[in-house]
């Protein structure tokens, strides 16, 4: 293994201004990092969803797992910042097809 890349890797989790978000569509899983307290547009947040899983194809609806394990929608700028500096370490971003229940 690279050492760097561990190195680099290990010191991300200490940087209190990341928000690490997993996020998941179907049976699939993805990581990735925002920070917590500049983390964008939501329309920016959306098209980096449906990159990385690989379905650009498709209108999807965005939710997630707040503090108390409740599901919330991200569908604008103001949940979408809620959702993100709310996070502890962790946001849990769910992925559904738009109409699936």
Known sequence: ???????????????????????????EFRRFSLDRYKPGKFEDFYKLILHIHHISNMDVMIGYADVHGDLLPINNDDNFFKAVSSANTLLRVFIQRQGEH
């Open 1 to 27: 293994m690279n050492r760097n890349f561990n190195k680099s890797q290990s010191l991300r989790f200490f940087d209190c201004n990341a928000v690490e978000v997993k996020s998941k569509f179907g049976a």
